[in-house]
């Protein structure tokens, strides 16, 4: 079973709107961290943000915010005022703690966003 | 601030033939990860290292090796190429082991002609 999904394959919307990233895990573990990364068209992966399982506040940074529900299994990525260079495929990840190891991340399929001028 | 290192940053290669791929970490992570990704797919996890010992295995091929070296940079030995090992090969590295965030390099692209 897929642990990360992103239901959106791609989003195309004008700059300036505001768009919403959807995310949703799944996973036994009550310890495990979520994040997003940023893969521009230059193909680097740039890492946005880190949430634990047991931080369940909202956060902002700038033009970009996460909504982190447990309830709903949902990690959301809300960018506000889009511009054209924040184009690229944002992918949403999970980290399952298995005991200490260097787990690898599993990412979930991706969201191409395009902003259009 | 230093990022992770990769190289070389492109890589050309017949089938059958094999491939080193390097990745040098941020100073003083401990942890160094490889992924690969796909033409359109998702990075997909290939094999971790934490202090030099390999501490996790995803989907990499037997035809594959990788390991970490006493400086903590890594090198994955791809042998018997095929064309479908034609990707994007992405190192990360970590402090902390696997509640850090990754940060990966910028990525070593291989062509299997």
């Known amino acids: 079973a897929q642990k990360v999904t992103q239901a959106q394959t791609e989003i195309s919307v004008v700059e300036k709107e505001d768009v919403t990233l959807d995310c949703v895990y799944e996973t036994r573990d009550t310890t495990y961290y979520l994040f997003w990364y940023k893969q521009p068209p230059s193909g680097e992966l740039v890492f946005l943000i880190r949430?634990?399982?047991?931080?369940?506040q909202n956060e902002i940074s700038g033009r970009y915010s996460w909504n982190f529900q447990k309830s709903t299994s949902s990690f959301n990525f809300t960018i506000t005022a889009s511009q054209v260079v924040d184009s690229a495929v944002y992918f949403c990840?999970?980290?399952?703690?298995?005991?200490?190891?260097?787990?690898?991340?599993?990412f979930g399929k991706g969201t191409h966003l395009i902003i259009q001028p | 601030a230093a990022g992770v290192i990769q190289s070389p940053r492109h890589l050309i290669k017949e089938k059958r033939e094999t491939a080193t791929l390097k990745c040098y970490p941020i100073?003083?992570?401990?942890?160094v990860y490889w992924y690969q990704q796909g033409p359109g797919q998702d990075p997909q996890f290939l094999i971790s290292?934490?202090?030099?010992?390999?501490?996790d295995k995803g989907s990499i091929p037997d035809r594959f090796s990788a390991q970490q070296f006493s400086d903590y940079h890594s090198e994955l030995n791809m042998s018997s190429l095929e064309l479908g090992d034609s990707a994007l090969y992405f190192c990360?590295?970590?402090?902390?082991?696997?509640?850090?965030?990754?940060?990966f390099g910028n990525g070593t692209r291989l062509t299997v002609t």
């Open positions: 990840a999970l980290s399952e703690y298995s005991g200490g190891g260097a787990d690898g991340l599993t």
């Open positions: 290292f934490y202090e030099k010992m390999q501490s």
């Open positions: 990360a590295s970590s402090s902390q082991g696997w509640n850090s965030p990754l940060h």
């Open positions: 949430r634990n399982s047991f931080d369940e």
């Open positions: 100073p003083r992570h401990d942890t």
